[in-house]
Antibody, heavy 119, light 107 residues
């Protein structure tokens, strides 16, 4: 069974940093591309970051470019999101999501972790 | 960036009725690069449809997708109580963007 379990969310002050993790199981992790998608409270979905399976190609949405960095450890079946210079508008539930290689829809999602940016 | 506009914002229907949800793109998303998701309160989104019309694993056949270019539709042929939720379309032909969602509520 495919499982994605996020962790690392919490309350952080504006300008602060946080590192999210996503533990993957039930599939060959390095064969799949991975993403972070967020959802602000009561709002819709926003894709923010992508990483390829093995060559570490990454893309970030303009809203987080230069502040957030996606990475992965295939040996540990883990996905990460390093979030720096956090803003109030980054407050959201952050989901890790898997996509089938070269087909950029998301077939499995984690349960999400809440990040709250507030003073 | 391709903007997806979903309509209506809220759809009120009764179990057994047919639901038709629309997703319009600001420019063509390509031949088959559109997906639909269902999200219930407190849960992660669930993939329903990809490639415009292909049902994901385990999705009942009362869910169907259609369309091309800039206009797409998700149809639920006969609503079950568990179908009342928020539905999002997503395009992946040019970067990745989501629509703002349609809330399907019980009338």
């Amino acid at each position: 069974e495919v499982q994605l379990v996020e962790s690392g969310g919490g309350l952080v002050q504006p300008g602060g940093s946080l590192r999210l993790s996503c533990a993957a199981s039930g599939f060959t992790f390095n064969s799949y591309e991975m993403n972070w998608v967020r959802q602000a409270p009561g709002k819709g979905l926003e894709w923010i970051s992508y990483i390829s399976g093995t060559d570490r190609t990454t893309y970030h949405a303009d809203s987080v470019k230069g502040r957030f960095t996606i990475s992965r450890d295939n040996a540990e079946n883990s996905l990460f999101l390093q979030m720096n210079s956090l803003r109030v508008e980054d407050t959201a539930v952050y989901y890790c999501a898997r996509n089938v290689p070269t087909r950029y829809f998301f077939d499995y999602w984690g349960q999400g972790t809440l990040v709250t940016v507030s003073s | 960036e391709i903007v997806l506009t979903q309509s209506p914002g809220t759809l009120s229907l009764s179990p057994g009725e047919r639901a038709t949800l629309s997703c319009r793109a600001s420019q063509s998303v390509g031949a088959t690069y559109l997906a639909w998701y269902q999200q219930k309160p407190g849960q992660a989104p669930r993939l329903l449809i990809y490639g415009v019309s292909t049902r994901a694993t385990g999705i009942p056949d009362r869910f169907s997708g259609s369309g091309s270019g800039t206009d797409f539709t998700l149809t639920i042929s006969s609503l079950e109580p568990e179908d009342f939720a928020v539905y999002y379309c997503q395009q992946y032909g040019n970067s990745i963007t989501f629509g703002q969602g349609t809330r399907l509520e019980i009338k």
